[in-house]
Each structure stands twice: as C-alpha cells, then as structure tokens.
C-alpha cells in the first residue's frame, strides 16, 4: 500500500503521486516514429512491469484511459504483486462509446472516471453551457463511478468548475512551460486556484520538455501551485520511475 500521502474524493483516497501512461501506449507528444516504437515494444507484459516497480516503492494508482493494453497490464501487474491497484480512468474514443467502456471497467478497482481532456477540448458551447456533458456524467454516475473531467483549457475548466456539474475532480495540465496548457498557462493556474475540488496535475514535465538535471525542481514547482492536490507523472521505464518517485519522495518529505 502507498506511504504517499492522499486526497480525498468522495471518500476514495487518491496518492499524491499517480502513475501516467502516455509514454508507454504510444501517445509520447514527440514524434510518430517514437509512438510507433513504444506501441511495438511497449507489450502489456512490459508496462505490468513498469506498474510492478512502482507498486514496490509505494506507487500503486494509475491515470490512464480505459484501453485493453493498459487493462491488461493493470490485472498482471496486480496478479504479480498481489496488490490491488487503484485505476482512475478516462473515456476515450467516441463517446457513443461511454457505456461499453465503463462495462470494460469490471473487475478492477476503478472508483472514478474522468471525460477525456480531448473530449472537453472541443465540446461545443452553447449559452455558457457545455452541450449534453451532463448526459456523460450521469452514464458514470450511473455506473456507480464517481465522475471527473480531464480537459487542456484552463477556460472549460472555470465553466465547468462553475456549472454545477457533477464533476468531484479535475485533470489538467500544470508545468514550469505551460505546455499543453491552454488557452495560456495563466488560463488554467487561474481556473484550480479558484476551484474546490480536487486537482490532478498531468505533463508535470511538460511530455520531457523540462530541463535537463532539473526534475526535482520542475515537480516542486508543480506540487507549490494553488489547487494542486496531486501529480500524475509518466515514466518510461523502471528506472524513470526509480527517478521520479525518489523526487517526489523527497518533496513531500516521505522517507
């Protein structure tokens, strides 16, 4: 079980510290070629393992969407280690796919379920309002799952923030660069330094971009903005995760 540190949402208890996917399903913000590479090599044999070292050093909840590589490599990782992993997932694809997804869902330990970042992105608008999202909303709720939003757009965020949706958490990307950060940096820090929910900050290291050597001061930064209530961080490989989690660690002053 986690040493870090939680957050609650709806009495689930969320670590500060989750575990990203994107560099190991093959959405790496690079190149083609590097997607192409990580979807052939990165077999969910290979990314259970990747979960395996993170679960020995305290690490065991995982963002991702739901998508049967990553299922797979959570119920081996769990098979292995005899620990139950905590799965916040987000939908993904189209949405007339909503239902089918959380019916993917079974079995795991998947409390919460977020509308994908890209879903939001583009949703249409109309009189302030985001059109139909709260039909999504309720097929989670529904589903006995507790719903969140991931979204890019510091402005979405406010208006969502603000709509009285069904929303208990938020992801959303928060890095020194303002990378993925839209419509500016300033955008989103504004929208979770307002909110009183729950924030996730995903691309902490803005998808690699941060400066080399400088890990530990790009995390600090990112856990030091208002609304921050935990950290979603990618990792390639063990060793990454070796990394990256020892930062943390020291962070949050976890020994």
């Known amino acids: 079980m986690s040493m870090f540190p939680t957050v609650d949402v709806e009495g689930v208890k969320v670590p500060k510290l989750l575990i990203g996917i994107n560099s190991l399903l093959g959405w790496s913000h690079t190149s083609v070629g590097r997607d192409r590479w990580i979807r052939r090599y990165y077999t969910a044999r290979r990314v259970a393992k990747v979960f395996e070292r993170c679960i020995e050093l305290g690490v065991y909840g995982v963002l991702g969407p739901v998508w049967p ?9 769990e098979r292995e280690t005899g620990e139950e992993m905590l799965f916040i997932s987000t939908t993904i694809g189209d949405p007339k796919d909503t239902e089918k997804e959380l019916k993917m869902l079974s079995g795991l330990y998947s409390p919460i379920c977020c509308i994908h970042g890209g879903w939001i992105d583009s949703w249409p608008i109309e009189n302030g309002r985001l059109v139909g999202l709260e039909k999504y909303l309720k097929m989670i709720r529904d589903a006995g799952i507790i719903p969140g939003v991931a979204c890019h757009n510091g402005e979405k965020l406010a208006i969502i923030d603000e709509g009285g949706y069904d929303v208990s958490v938020f992801a959303t990307p928060v890095n020194k660069i303002g990378f993925y950060m ?26 690699g971009r941060f400066d080399e050597g400088r890990i530990y001061d790009w995390l600090k930064w990112v856990f030091e903005q208002k609304g921050v209530s935990a950290i979603c961080i ?6 990454e995760a070796e990394e990256d989690i020892q930062h943390v660690k020291n962070i949050l002053n976890i020994p």
């Open 234 to 239: 990618g990792f390639m490989s063990r060793e």
């Open 182 to 207: 839209f419509p500016s940096q300033d955008s989103i820090l504004k929208a979770i330094g307002k909110t009183d929910k729950p924030v996730i900050a995903i691309k902490p290291l803005a998808s």
């Open 69 to 77: 590589r990553l299922i797979e490599a959570i119920r081996i990782a």
